[in-house]
């Protein structure tokens, strides 16, 4: 097997970053305060197995039980457990294309199979997505979907979910980005789950903490397959904290929304397709050229954003929402080079 390939992350040198969809603020100063509190209780023990502070101020956010309520090592370790529980050997995981690229390589770790479904132009889902094969097991949709940003409806995504035979996980890592939330049907669907991240919406990526919301009878099967200890001291208080800050999110979204339009109106003015986004990113398209580089002689002054080419699908670039001082950086030399 490849292996997955994420995006470039130099630790070295200064780059304009928008190639991974990180948040370009820093996080809110709360969490950095209840770090440096756990850090003074000490190291010596170990973590709480079950991230009861985080999942106890989550509840109360999100308006669910804590036992609703599994914490993972970023959600891309919520990914992992879902996989493992759920999907052996030749068995069938299910998700949309193009999406998140993870997915196929936690389906090629289980020796298990993968089936996507392609987006058709409107980035909607055919029914295709939810017909029943013999040994599909689990399905992905992320909502917010990368690279596009474009959200199915709560009800588009329960029409799925009721014809669905197997679970269904709705990955949430941008939802807080978008005008609405799946987590409703968690409540009405025992088979539906919504996995969040505090890596985007946080700005915590370099925190590694997500979690995943279902009903209890499932989170107590999760629970038997996660590494005891996922979860590190640190990086429960830093989620504690960060989670209890809503009026930080709150504040941070206006802040990323505002320079998103911003970011969309420019590039169409470059002559670029852009497809809605919901998230804090935006896919865009050329028609008259190719982009690839475009990407590279960005990468040259060091601004990295993503450039993407799905096989028989085609490319294009995925730009984070940065700064508006590094969105204006990245617009000028994209015009530049063009
Ligand atoms: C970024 C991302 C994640 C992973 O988030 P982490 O919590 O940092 O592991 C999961 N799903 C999608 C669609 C993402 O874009």
């Excluded at 936690?106 to 017909?131: G, H, M, P, T």
């Excluded at 946080?202 to 629970?223: S, T």
């Excluded at 590494?227 to 960060?242: E, K, M, Q, R």
């Excluded at 003015?269 to 960005?298: D, I, M, R």
Aim: net charge negative.
């Amino acid at each position: 097997m490849s292996g997955y390939q994420s995006g470039e992350q130099p630790q070295a040198g200064k780059f304009i970053k928008l190639n991974t969809n990180e948040n370009p603020y820093p996080a809110s100063p709360a969490v950095a305060v209840a770090i440096r509190a756990a850090l003074d209780q000490g190291l010596e023990k170990y973590p709480d197995a079950m991230a009861t502070s985080f999942r106890v101020r989550a509840g109360e956010v999100l308006g669910v039980d804590p036992d609703w309520i599994l914490c993972g090592n970023g959600s891309d370790d919520i990914l992992t457990i879902l996989t493992r529980t759920f999907v052996g050997e030749n068995d069938l995981l299910r998700l949309p294309f193009p999406s998140y690229i993870l997915y196929r390589t936690l389906a090629e770790i289980q020796s298990a199979r993968f089936e996507e479904v392609r987006f058709d132009e409107n980035w909607k889902l055919s029914a295709a997505f939810s017909a029943n094969v013999d040994r599909l097991r689990l399905a992905y949709l992320p909502n917010p979907n990368s690279p596009s940003g474009t959200v199915l409806s709560p009800q588009e995504v329960q029409e799925i979910a009721d014809r669905l035979p197997c679970p269904l996980l709705i990955d949430e890592a941008y939802v807080d980005f978008a005008e609405q939330t799946c987590l409703e049907l968690v409540r009405q669907n025992p088979h539906v789950m919504v996995s969040r991240t505090l890596s985007k919406s946080y700005a915590l990526a370099g925190l590694r903490f997500g979690f995943l919301v279902a009903q209890p009878e499932l989170i107590q099967q999760l629970l038997k397959v996660k590494d005891s200890y996922n979860c590190d001291t640190l990086s429960i208080a830093g989620a504690t904290a960060a989670i209890d800050d809503q009026a930080w999110v709150r504040e941070n979204r206006t802040k990323v929304i505002a320079t998103r339009v911003r970011l969309a109106t420019a590039l169409e003015k470059l002559g670029f397709s852009v497809v809605p986004s919901q998230a804090n990113f935006v896919w865009c398209t050329h028609a008259a050229q190719p982009v690839q580089p475009l990407y590279e002689a960005l990468k040259r002054d060091r601004i990295l954003i993503r450039y993407m080419n799905y096989q028989g699908w085609g490319e294009g670039l995925r730009i984070s929402v940065g700064t508006d001082d590094q969105v204006d950086a990245c617009l000028s030399r994209l015009a530049s080079a063009m």
